[in-house]
């Protein structure tokens, strides 16, 4: 599983590689307001590049997890991704998250049972704010993964039992409050969907398995 979310530069790097070829298709997988909602990232001259402010005012730094994304979204960059470096990945499932968060003892949090303000970029700060995905170091598992507790929220690949056409979303984020930010807390985001405190990592499918 990739130790760091996606981050506004990597994900940069697909949308203009996909511009090249079909820029419409490009221009609907930028991050956006709503399932339908006004572009955060704009083409121009047939590439994007990351605003220092959006429509909102709001600023994007090139190394926070990208976020206002879909299941989609994520999933069209986890084929890309696997193309570009000629192995293949894709996005985790449920179990394969929540074991690489909570380690062999199962603890409550990647860092252990019990959390505090400056251990995870959680709604405990004041103000929420997203962060690069670099920051916050205490907030890692015992195999070495970052920000499985706050910053951004993953997809997985899990249907979610409860709600049709939608996906378990694991992890807490900048804005949850603390109750929900605990490994084993799972979410519904519908596939289309996107939210301002969820990004995505992908897992790399050994070639043992690819072949079995």
């Not at 530069?9 to 949308?15: D, P, S």
């Not at 976020?67 to 449920?94: H, K």
């Not at 380690?103 to 252990?112: K, Q, S």
């Amino acid at each position: 599983i990739q130790r760091f979310e996606v981050s506004n530069r990597e994900y940069l790097e697909f949308l203009n590689d996909l511009a090249a070829k079909e820029p419409d298709e490009a221009q609907a997988r930028a991050p956006r307001q709503q399932r339908k909602g006004r572009y955060y990232w704009v083409m121009e001259n047939g590439a994007f590049k990351i605003p220092e402010k959006d429509f909102e005012g709001h600023r994007h730094d090139p190394f926070w997890p990208v976020t206002a994304v879909s299941y989609e979204d994520a999933v069209t960059y986890a084929t890309w991704f696997s193309g570009r470096d000629g192995r293949l990945y894709r996005l985790p499932i449920e179990d394969e998250w929540e074991v690489a968060a909570r380690g062999a003892d199962g603890r409550f949090y990647p860092f252990g049972n019990a959390i505090a303000p400056n251990f995870a970029n959680v709604g405990l700060l004041d103000p929420p704010a997203i962060c690069r995905v670099e920051e916050f170091p205490l907030d890692e598992s015992p195999f070495g993964v970052r920000h499985m507790c706050g910053n951004a929220a993953d997809f997985t690949s899990t249907e979610h039992p409860g709600f049709a056409d939608s996906v378990v979303a694991k992890g807490g984020s900048w804005w949850r409050a603390e109750v929900a930010t605990r490994s084993a807390t799972r979410a519904g985001a519908a596939l289309q969907d996107v939210s301002g405190g969820g990004g995505f990592r992908l897992v790399h499918v050994p070639q043992r398995l690819v072949s079995e």
